[in-house]
């Protein structure tokens, strides 16, 4: 079991430029969230998806961002266009067993 | 909805020291709870959780945690800690099997040596 996949790992890009985030799940399980992590808000919750289908998507900050699924081995998640403010570390996570929580290492994303 | 507060954001202690590092949950529903450690520039990494049964929970690496309801707490301890402890630590709560994990701010913790 290889764990939850992120790419990339890091992404400098320039304000107004699209941004997508790529993350591919542990496999046999349904439920994949997808979490921001800054210095200044902490962990945030995006969204979550089961069985593919967005369930919530109330963190979402603002239109610009966009999340899918559309299979079980793989979620995107996009930011157009993208600001400075969106600078931070976005993390995917799936559970792995027994209401275990397996997270990702990470995309680090710096808007300039 | 369901909330989680760790009210220290920062802990210094001296290696080999016990230490708590505390949180406090608020949900109309029962819980489950969760320790998770972040090492600099890595993802978390579950520490224990709690689920049912028995309230005094054992997780890796030495530490523990006591979920008490009447307090709504579910606080972290570790009775000597080692420089390898130096971690953000993150209590978190979910409602209910495979729902969404709502996380608290963390708590920066720094042993000392």
């Known amino acids: 079991d290889a764990g939850v996949i992120q790419s990339p790992r890091h992404e400098v890009t320039e304000m107004g430029q699209e941004v997508t985030l790529r993350c591919k799940p542990i496999?046999?399980?349904?439920?994949l969230f997808w979490y921001r992590q800054t210095m200044m808000r902490g962990l945030e919750l995006l969204i979550y998806f089961n069985n593919n289908v967005p369930i919530d998507d109330s963190g979402m900050p603002e239109d610009r961002f966009s999340a899918k699924m559309p299979n079980a081995s793989f979620s995107t998640l996009k930011i157009q266009p993208s600001e400075p403010r969106d600078s931070a570390v976005y993390f995917c996570?799936?559970?792995?067993?027994?209401?275990?929580?397996?997270f990702g290492a990470g995309s680090r994303l710096t808007v300039l | 909805a369901q909330s989680v507060t760790q009210l220290d954001s920062q802990v210094p202690v001296f290696e080999e020291a016990p230490v708590e590092l505390r949180c406090n949950y608020s949900?109309?529903?029962?819980?489950?709870l969760f320790w998770y450690v972040q090492y600099p520039n890595q993802g978390l990494q579950l520490l224990l959780k709690y689920l049912s049964g028995s309230t005094l929970v054992k997780g890796i690496n030495g530490f523990e945690a006591e979920f008490n309801k009447s307090q709504t707490s579910f606080h972290l301890r570790k009775p000597s800690v080692h420089i390898s402890d130096t971690a953000e630590y993150f209590c978190?709560?979910?409602?209910?099997?495979?729902?969404?994990?709502?996380f608290g701010p963390g708590t920066s913790l720094s042993v000392i040596p």
């Open positions: 996570a799936g559970f792995s067993g027994a209401n275990v929580l397996t």
């Open positions: 496999s046999g399980h349904n439920s």
């Open positions: 949900s109309s529903v029962s819980v489950y």
């Open positions: 978190a709560v979910s409602g209910t099997s495979y729902d969404k994990v709502i």
